[in-house]
């Protein structure tokens, strides 16, 4: 079995698996991020881009080679 680390993934790979992370992590919790930058005056985008950063490390990634 081959485990791989996000890094270990081509740029056009992971640029891919972070724009799913950021619509996963938007259709979670979208409306408890909103809230939280609406009562901190923090930017939305850069919070649901840390938030996916953080998202996906709990994926696990399955190749078939």
């Known amino acids: 079995m081959v485990y791989l680390n996000f890094t270990d993934l081509s740029e056009e790979a992971q640029n891919r698996l972070l724009e799913a992370s950021k619509k996963d992590v938007e259709r979670k919790f979208g409306d408890s991020i ?32």
Not at 39 to 55: D, V
């Open 34 to 65: 909103r809230k939280y930058v609406t009562e901190n005056y923090t930017c939305f985008e850069t919070m649901i881009e840390e938030e996916a950063m953080r998202n996906l490390y709990s994926y696990k990634f399955i190749f078939n080679i």
